[in-house]
């Protein structure tokens, strides 16, 4: 239920995607090994293989790698280290925060901003959305204004308090006890071709399974939703006369 296996197909991800799920028990541990997985990579992979418009912004491009055939518009603002695999798409107002991992045919997209976070190849984030420490899956796509939260409301004052945040515990299913992920930060997981409606919220640590559909303006609690499943929105509408 945990294992990246249950989310992803890995048969026939090539490097360097692959390695970074080498050895990986637990799905979300990959994004703990994120950033020094990527950092290893360069400056060796580190090139310009796609088309840079003018007006767009990289910072640390010795930590950049821009496949053949990718699009970077003008306005979009990339940190190192970031990889961005070929024919991918990257917006105008895409911001690109550090530690950005994107496959083959992702769209990054206006107005969305991206940190710590892994898109499988085909995920799309085309318009206004927030993917930060979060998984998307092969095929994954998020609806308009769809937003990965990755802090606990509470752990603000938790961290003025102690000093730093509290770990993100997920309840799965069968399990009396809610796991410990160990991450203080932690969006959402979606597996292979899941998709999420316009204005969907994610609440921190949500776990989707593969295929799952997620309807509009949902916000989802954290936890483990199964694979192949519809989350449907319940809300009774109510139609009264005009009044001059």
Same mark, same amino acid.
């Given at each position: ?23 990986v028990?637990?799905v ?14 360069f400056?060796?992979?580190?090139? $310009? !293989? @796609? /088309?840079?418009e ?11 790698? *821009?496949g053949? &055939?990718? +699009? ?8 190192g280290p ?15 925060r ?12 206006h107005a ?14 085309p318009h ?6 979060? $998984? !998307? @899956? /092969? ?7 769809t ?5 606990? *409301?509470?752990? &603000?004052? +938790? ?28 969006g ?20 989707i ?30 139609? *009264?006369?005009?009044?001059?």
């Open positions: 239920m945990i294992n990246p296996q249950d989310f992803f197909d890995l048969s026939n991800l090539a490097e360097p995607f692959a390695g970074l799920f080498s050895g028990e637990r979300w541990e990959a994004l703990a090994r994120l950033q020094p997985y990527l950092e290893s990579l400056p060796q992979q580190a090139a $310009i !293989l @796609g /088309q840079v003018a007006g767009a912004t990289l910072v640390n491009p010795e930590q950049i790698y *821009i053949p &055939g990718s +699009h970077v518009q003008a306005g979009a603002y990339i940190i970031a990889y961005i695999g070929a024919d991918c798409e990257v917006r105008h107002g895409a911001y690109l550090g530690s950005v991992m994107a496959g083959d045919h992702c769209v990054l997209g969305s901003e991206f940190k710590n976070a892994l898109l499988l190849p085909g995920s799309q984030a206004f959305a927030y993917v930060g420490d979060s $998984i !998307l @899956g /092969q095929r994954v796509n998020l609806g308009a204004g937003r990965l939260a990755n802090v606990e *409301i509470l752990s &603000g004052r +938790h961290k003025v308090k102690t000093g730093q945040r509290p770990t993100i515990k997920i309840r799965l299913p069968g399990l009396a006890e809610p796991v410990d992920t160990g991450l203080r930060k932690l959402a997981i979606l597996g292979d071709d899941a998709q999420s409606g316009c204005n969907t919220v994610t609440n921190p640590g949500c776990l399974g593969p295929g799952a559909l997620i309807y509009p303006n949902v916000s989802l609690s954290k936890g483990y939703w199964p694979a192949g499943k519809i989350i449907k929105l319940r809300q009774d509408l109510e139609t *009264i006369e005009l009044r001059p």
